[in-house]
């Protein structure tokens, strides 16, 4: 099982940017299709974005396309979400998520299977 760190949530203001990181540890980290996703208070787990074992195949939520990029290096056993752009409506507890072998991003909360603790996001309007 790898273990998940979320980190670099906080408040921003409509319009800012904000990059999360999620840190991998205890598993071969390249060997993972990775996403993120987030929960606002009263809402479902939505996937935000998700990012195939080697990075050349993504997935984005519409609502967030062209504001919203993920990246992983596996050489650092690590995923990153860049948002920009931000939104009131991108308020939520955004969460790591991996899953080990499949080759293509995974766009639902069930079939992963190791989860990160979480990172708040706020964006003030």
């Known amino acids: 099982q790898v273990q998940l760190v979320e980190s670099g949530g906080g408040l921003v203001q409509a319009g800012g940017s904000l990059r999360l990181s999620c840190a991998a540890s205890?598993?071969?980290?390249?060997?993972?299709?990775m996403g993120w996703f987030r929960q606002a208070p009263g809402k479902e787990r939505e996937i935000v974005t998700a990012?195939?074992?080697?990075?050349?195949?993504?997935y984005y939520l519409d609502s967030v396309k062209g504001r919203f990029t993920i990246s992983r290096d596996n050489a650092e056993n690590s995923v990153y979400l860049r948002m920009n752009s931000l939104k009131p409506e991108d308020t939520a507890v955004y969460y790591c998520?991996?899953?080990?072998?499949?080759?293509?991003?995974?766009?639902?909360?069930?079939?992963?299977?190791?989860w990160g603790q979480g990172t708040q996001v706020t964006v003030s309007s």
């Open positions: 998520a991996a899953k080990r072998w499949p080759t293509v991003p995974l766009p639902n909360h069930y079939e992963y299977d190791n």
């Open positions: 205890g598993g071969t980290f390249g060997s993972y299709a």
């Open positions: 990012i195939s074992r080697t990075g050349g195949n993504t």
